[in-house]
Protein backbone atom coordinates (compact mmCIF):
# COMPACT_ATOMS: atom_id res chain seq x y z
CA UNK A 1 0.00 0.00 0.00
CA UNK A 2 2.59 2.60 1.12
CA UNK A 3 4.88 1.17 -2.44
CA UNK A 4 1.25 2.14 -4.58
CA UNK A 5 0.77 5.64 -2.70
CA UNK A 6 4.28 6.65 -3.62
CA UNK A 7 4.52 5.61 -7.41
CA UNK A 8 1.41 7.55 -7.02
CA UNK A 9 3.26 10.57 -5.84
CA UNK A 10 6.17 10.17 -8.29
CA UNK A 11 3.50 10.01 -11.19
CA UNK A 12 2.07 12.93 -10.22
CA UNK A 13 5.16 14.96 -9.59
CA UNK A 14 6.27 13.58 -12.75
CA UNK A 15 3.57 15.42 -14.36
CA UNK A 16 3.44 18.85 -12.63
CA UNK A 17 7.07 18.80 -13.57
CA UNK A 18 6.60 18.42 -17.29
CA UNK A 19 3.70 21.60 -16.92
CA UNK A 20 6.92 23.35 -14.99
CA UNK A 21 9.25 22.79 -17.49
CA UNK A 22 6.88 24.54 -20.55
CA UNK A 23 6.34 26.99 -18.91
CA UNK A 24 9.72 28.27 -18.06
CA UNK A 25 10.53 27.86 -21.33
CA UNK A 26 7.71 29.81 -22.30
CA UNK A 27 8.85 32.71 -19.80
CA UNK A 28 12.45 31.70 -21.00
CA UNK A 29 11.00 32.60 -25.05
CA UNK A 30 9.32 35.85 -23.77
CA UNK A 31 12.68 37.33 -21.25
CA UNK A 32 14.94 36.87 -24.40
CA UNK A 33 12.27 38.39 -26.60
CA UNK A 34 12.23 41.42 -24.32
CA UNK A 35 15.97 41.46 -24.37
CA UNK A 36 16.05 41.80 -27.54
CA UNK A 37 14.48 45.16 -27.81
CA UNK A 38 17.91 46.54 -26.34
CA UNK A 39 20.25 44.22 -29.03
CA UNK A 40 17.89 45.29 -31.65
CA UNK A 41 17.87 41.97 -32.93
CA UNK A 42 16.05 41.55 -36.09
CA UNK A 43 13.53 39.01 -34.42
CA UNK A 44 11.63 42.08 -32.44
CA UNK A 45 11.15 43.73 -36.63
CA UNK A 46 9.44 40.57 -37.48
CA UNK A 47 7.33 39.59 -34.65
CA UNK A 48 5.89 42.22 -32.67
CA UNK A 49 4.23 41.61 -29.49
CA UNK A 50 2.37 43.73 -27.35
CA UNK A 51 4.34 44.87 -24.31
CA UNK A 52 0.93 43.81 -22.06
CA UNK A 53 0.57 41.12 -23.49
CA UNK A 54 3.88 39.62 -22.65
CA UNK A 55 3.18 40.82 -19.32
CA UNK A 56 0.39 38.83 -19.06
CA UNK A 57 2.02 35.94 -20.43
CA UNK A 58 4.76 36.14 -17.45
CA UNK A 59 2.16 36.52 -15.18
CA UNK A 60 -0.15 33.81 -16.14
CA UNK A 61 3.14 31.60 -15.65
CA UNK A 62 4.18 32.48 -12.30
CA UNK A 63 0.45 32.43 -11.24
CA UNK A 64 0.32 28.56 -12.73
CA UNK A 65 3.36 27.76 -11.39
CA UNK A 66 2.46 28.74 -7.99
CA UNK A 67 -0.35 26.38 -8.01
CA UNK A 68 1.54 23.71 -10.35
CA UNK A 69 4.59 23.61 -8.55
CA UNK A 70 3.66 21.65 -5.43
CA UNK A 71 4.48 18.96 -3.56
CA UNK A 72 1.86 15.70 -4.62
CA UNK A 73 1.35 14.69 -0.82
CA UNK A 74 1.18 17.59 1.55
CA UNK A 75 0.27 20.73 -1.13
CA UNK A 76 3.63 22.58 0.29
CA UNK A 77 5.34 25.13 -2.21
CA UNK A 78 8.96 23.42 -3.25
CA UNK A 79 10.33 26.84 -4.52
CA UNK A 80 13.06 27.78 -7.07
CA UNK A 81 14.72 24.35 -6.92
CA UNK A 82 13.61 22.64 -10.28
CA UNK A 83 14.86 18.90 -9.45
CA UNK A 84 13.87 18.43 -5.87
CA UNK A 85 14.31 14.53 -4.91
CA UNK A 86 12.74 15.07 -1.55
CA UNK A 87 9.43 17.23 -0.49
CA UNK A 88 11.27 19.33 2.16
CA UNK A 89 7.90 19.54 4.64
CA UNK A 90 6.72 15.89 4.57
CA UNK A 91 9.84 14.00 3.22
CA UNK A 92 8.08 12.20 0.33
CA UNK A 93 9.78 10.99 -2.36
CA UNK A 94 9.82 12.95 -5.86
CA UNK A 95 11.72 11.82 -7.86
ZN1 LIG B 1 5.31 17.10 0.80
Not at 3 to 27: A, D, G, H, M
Not at 38 to 62: E, S, V, Y
Not at 72 to 91: D, E, M, Q, S, W
Request: net charge positive; aromatic share 14%; charged share 15%.
Amino acid sequence: MQNKNSNNIINEFKKRQIKQYIITILVVLVLIYIQCDKFNLLIRKHIQINGFILILIIAICIFFSFFNWRCPACNVYLGRNIFPKYCNKCGSKLC
